[in-house]
Structure formats: structure tokens, C-alpha cells
């Protein structure tokens, strides 16, 4: 295997990508562009070339997905259209568990901060996202807000739930929606642990002083 896409909000997500990636033919999303092997292509680039197209349509287009060279001596140039798509982040290398600590003394927690848009109390982890810039900035902002505040800048709050990705309104640092949620589940994780297994009272209102983001 060279690359992998990865990412997925679930695993029925992944496969039915997975699925339209291998049957470009009867895939609703890409059977009426009849996609073709170009006899200058390798059956690699071909494959490449329907990824693209894959990503540009629904509902991939909307979730922050990461392309990763498994083996980077084996990159390839991308297909043109490859190029736009903003919402695709490439990694390099094996895929690194990134395992995080569940601090066992309460003095390593710390209390969520006002939300930095409407500067309102957030009650519990549910209710947050964190800027990901974190070692600069550390804004906390209710999950509705920040959706709130990108979906407007998009021009999509009419016509979307969820943003793709925006800027933070403090740092200007730009995030990816689904990186957003995969800290907020991180961090759930970590205060179920530590409100049922160690016992900390308020954990789900407190999170890790040293959590990385991202
Ligand atoms: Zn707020
Ligand atoms: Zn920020």
C-alpha cells in the first residue's frame, strides 16, 4: 500500500468511500463523468485521478480529510485538480498513534475559559472547540459560535450545518472543522476517564493543563 485516505468521521464513512473510490462506474457520485484510463496514465495515476474527483463531490468535499504517502519514495505527481482542494490535508510517513496522557492529579486540570465570541461561561466539553493554535492563543469558543461565526464568513450560513474549515477570530490561525471535533472527542475521552476511573469531580468540565492539540 503507498497512500491511505484517513480521517473519517465513522467507519461506514470510510467504506462507502472506499467503495465509489474502487467502482468509479457505479458510483452515484462519479458513474455520470465516466471516468476513463487515459493510455498515457499508470493504473496508479488513473486511480489518483478518480480520487480527485471523488473528493471534489458530496459529501467528501465537506469533511477534512487526510492524504497520507505511506512510502514517500513512491510520491507522484497529483492530477491538476488534486491541487484545489483546500480541505485536504497530505501527511507524510506511517501513521503515528497519538496517544494522550490522562493526568491522574486534579492539579493538572484546568477550568474551559468564557467562549471568545460571546465571552459566555461554556458549561461543559460537549459545548466546546478549541482554537488549534494553542501554544499561542488557547481561545475556547462554544461549538455553536465558532460554526456560527465561519458558516457567515463562508457565506453559507443559509445553507450549511457545518463549516469546512476558518480562521480564529483572536490569532487569525486557520483550523479544519473535522481537526476541531477530533480534539473535542479527545478531550471527552480523557474527562470520561478521569471522572470514572480516577474520580475527579467536575471532569467534564475541566481539561488536561498540557493537552496537545492537533
Ligand atoms: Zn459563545
Ligand atoms: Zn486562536
Known amino acids: ?21 474502487q467502482n468509479p462506474d457505479k458510483s452515484r457520485r462519479l458513474r ?33 480529510l487526510n492524504f497520507r504517502w505511506l512510502m514517500p519514495e513512491y510520491e507522484t ?4 485538480k488534486f491541487n484545489n482542494l483546500t480541505h485536504i490535508e497530505r501527511k507524510f510517513g506511517l501513521v503515528q498513534k497519538e496517544g494522550e496522557m490522562v493526568p491522574k492529579d486534579p492539579q493538572d486540570y484546568e477550568s474551559i ?10 458549561s461543559t466539553i460537549s459545548e466546546l472547540v478549541r482554537c488549534q493554535t494553542k501554544n499561542i492563543c488557547g481561545s475556547h469558543f462554544h461549538i455553536y459560535c465558532l460554526a456560527k461565526k465561519a458558516l457567515t464568513e ?13 480562521r480564529c477570530p483572536r490569532c487569525f490561525g486557520t483550523w479544519r472543522w473535522g481537526d476541531l471535533i477530533q480534539d473535542q472527542r479527545t478531550l471527552i475521552q480523557i474527562s470520561q476517564i478521569a471522572g470514572e476511573n480516577l474520580k475527579i469531580f467536575n471532569a467534564e468540565k475541566l481539561i488536561p493543563k498540557n493537552s496537545t492539540v492537533g
Not at 500500500?1 to 473510490?21: K, Q, Y
Not at 505527481?77 to 491538476?80: C, I, S, V
Open 77 to 80: 505527481q497529483f492530477p491538476e
Open 154 to 166: 463562508s457565506k453559507e450560513f443559509d445553507t450549511c450545518l457545518i463549516p469546512i474549515k476558518g
Open 113 to 122: 475559559k468564557p467562549c471568545s465570541i460571546c465571552k459566555n461561561n461554556i
Open 32 to 64: 455520470d463523468i465516466k471516468l476513463k484510463k487515459d493510455k498515457k496514465e499508470s493504473p496508479f495515476q488513473f486511480r489518483l485521478r478518480i480520487l480527485s474527483n471523488l473528493l471534489n463531490s458530496d459529501p467528501w468535499k465537506r469533511l477534512s
Open 1 to 21: 500500500m503507498v497512500c491511505i485516505i484517513h480521517g473519517f468521521p465513522n467507519s461506514v464513512s470510510a467504506l462507502r468511500f472506499e467503495w465509489a473510490w
